[in-house]
């Protein structure tokens, strides 16, 4: 790869360099004809004008002809690099990607064989792979591309998905903007089926709204205090525009006072005395945490209890949390952990609280897996693994099955799973990779592994078969023996 990436950038070099150099000759020989042309225009208004051939005409197209043979001469050296590049690409990548079990995506007899060069050729696999594409621009919220994309491709967009992303990307800004309103409204709709899967979405949003009101007034301010010395220089200007006026008006008055040479006017240069103002800002701001302390507390008596069976700690965690209010001492208290920011703010800033980590960065990832999941949609994006996997290596050992079963005039009959292992990364690992050691077969939702007292493992059919119709379980690895009921499922 590294031999065609240095190939790749001479390739673009050469091609970026010829392109400036015919440009340039273009330019030169337009120019040219231009100033012929003026000439002509000049000269025909004179009687008896002619050009003559050796001094006007001829050096134009000399410089024509040349700068045509440079062109095709650099458009020449062009092409025979192009041309090595290709050939390069197709001894590289020579492999055809053919599919293993045809392309014929409709339920029922198979119809259609493997032997096809264009694996996308059958109409069933073309719309099942344009209605994947599309589904993949709206989850992305890219909905005029899908639209568009939709209309050239001569397919229909489910409705119900452009809703669904529709209302999702409509929460999740919300969610950035601080909003927590449509993402509460959504969980009261869907309450029974999060706490039925122990969602912790509910609770998050909740707790997100107790610290946004209790924090209101850090969000409403800037930082009361001004920076050192700037209260000193405000006040020497303060007192230098006051002395300044002063001794305008003495002199004013000094100018119009004819009548009265004799008295001495003497006129004091006030200073203004220090004013109270950071005080009773100070004092607004206390008042304003109070009161959104106690919106806060009302807020969480209202929400908080239908949660202490399973986040009671928590919850009297932020409750406790508002002792230590304003912000720039609620971050270094014992509950600091609620508060902390997305950037490396300064500790002390009473400003700089926008974007706190219960908010965007925490709330949009949740509120997504949750809402994914109550559609019954994968959490990753179907094209988006696929891609990756099929580049991570996937479709070159299936290229490689592919070609020597060919050899060996061989096809693949099973439809749910691959003639070779495919190494795949963690994070998608979707299925459990259990093999259970009784029976060599691996678990499957239906059969999934199942744990003894003991600690050992096996398949659930396994365990039926070993019980023999009875209610006991002798384990096939140590002595001792459970009921089936003791037993639990193991989740890998």
């Known amino acids: 790869m590294q031999s065609l990436c240095r190939d790749w950038e001479n390739l673009s070099n050469k091609a970026a360099s010829n392109h400036s150099k015919v440009t340039e000759d273009i330019d030169r020989v337009i120019s040219d004809l231009e100033s ?42 062009l092409y025979s690099l192009t041309s090595k590049w290709q050939k390069m690409i197709e001894k590289k990548f020579n492999q055809t990607v053919l599919p293993l079990l045809g392309t014929n995506l409709v339920p029922g007899p198979q119809t259609e064989t493997p032997k096809s ?44 998905v452009l809703e669904a992303c529709q209302e999702l990307f ?10 927590l309103a449509p993402a509460l409204e959504w969980t009261e709709r869907n309450r029974d089926w999060l706490d039925a899967r122990e969602s912790p979405l509910e609770f998050d949003l909740h707790r997100s709204q107790f610290i946004r009101l209790l924090t209101q007034p850090a969000f409403d301010h800037r930082p009361i205090h001004s920076e050192p010395g700037k209260n000193a220089k405000d006040k020497m200007e303060v ?64 929400h908080f209890p239908k949660f202490f069976p399973k986040r009671w700690d928590e919850a009297v965690r932020l409750t406790a949390s508002s002792l230590y209010t304003p912000f720039s001492r609620l971050k270094r208290s014992p509950y600091s952990e609620f508060y902390r920011l997305t950037d490396d703010a300064d500790v002390g800033d009473e400003s ?11 709330l949009v990832p949740l509120f997504t897996k949750e809402y994914y999941a109550r559609l019954s949609w994968s959490k ?8 990756e996997l099929g580049s991570g290596g996937a479709l070159a050992k299936i290229a490689k099955v592919r070609s020597v ?33 009784v029976s060599k077969e691996q678990s499957t939702e239906a059969n999934p592994p199942m744990m003894m007292p003991c600690g050992h493992v096996i398949a659930k059919e396994s365990m039926q078969k070993l019980a023999k119709g009875g209610g006991t379980v002798k384990c096939p690895y140590c002595p001792s023996s459970s009921s089936m009921s003791s037993a639990v499922q193991v989740y890998f």
């Not at 700089?352 to 925490?362: E, G, I, V």
């Not at 990753?380 to 693994?385: D, G, I, M, N, S």
């Not at 799973?417 to 990779?433: A, C, D, M, Q």
Request: proline share 5%; hydrophobic share 35%; aromatic share 6%.
């Open 380 to 387: 990753e994006l179907p094209l988006t693994v696929a891609t």
């Open 352 to 362: 700089d609280c926008s974007q706190l980590w219960l908010h965007a960065d925490h």
């Open 239 to 302: 007192e230098v525009e006051l002395g300044s006026s002063v001794e305008e008006d003495q002199k004013m008055e000094l100018s119009s006072s004819d009548l009265h040479r004799d008295t001495k006017i003497e006129v004091p240069i006030i200073i203004e005395p220090h004013s109270n103002q950071p005080e009773l800002e100070e004092d607004r701001h206390q008042e304003e945490y109070t009161k959104s302390r106690q919106l806060a507390l009302e807020y969480a008596q209202q």
């Open 405 to 437: 079963m060919k050899e060996k005039r061989t096809e693949w009959s099973q439809a749910d799973e691959l003639p070779v292992e495919i190494p795949l990364p963690l994070e998608f690992r979707f299925h459990s990779v259990f093999a259970c050691p």
């Open 36 to 77: 012929l042309r003026d000439l002509i225009q000049r000269g025909s208004q004179i009687e008896g004008f002619q050009i003559k051939q050796n001094n006007g005409l001829q050096p134009i197209m000399n410089r024509s002809k040349a700068a045509t043979k440079a062109a095709l001469q650099s458009h020449k050296e």
């Open 170 to 179: 409509r929460i999740n800004d919300c969610l950035k903007a601080g909003d």
């Open 117 to 160: 060069k264009q694996p996308f050729l059958s109409r069933s696999a073309q719309q099942a792979l344009n209605q994947v594409i599309i589904d993949h621009l709206l989850r992305q919220g890219r909905f005029e591309t899908a639209q568009a994309f939709a209309q050239e491709a001569q397919v229909t967009s489910s409705a119900h």
